[in-house]
């Protein structure tokens, strides 16, 4: 699932995960050192969805926790997660 993820992250916004720093992993994808458009964040978060077949819940986009690359790792695993434990 992770490298699903970091090739729709690859594909759809122009950034490879396997060259960033740890400390980069935790910068917003919606900030000027990835120049991230909010349109590509949401056709992002379609993909993510599609391609792993699972369903973001609203309150994470909200709260803004669908954001750096480890917190939508963690997201997408839960819901991963969850869709395996129905």
Known sequence: MEEELKKIIKD????D???LTEEEKKYP???SRFDVLPYQMFVFF??????L????????IVEGNFNCYFDIL????E????VSDE
């Open 29 to 31: 994808l919606l900030s």
């Open 12 to 15: 759809t916004l122009c950034i």
């Open 79 to 82: 819901a991963v997660n969850k």
């Open 17 to 19: 995960i396997n060259q």
């Open 46 to 51: 379609s993909r993510v969805e599609e391609k």
């Open 74 to 77: 963690k997201i997408c695993e």
């Open 53 to 60: 077949k699972i369903k973001i819940e609203e309150q994470d």
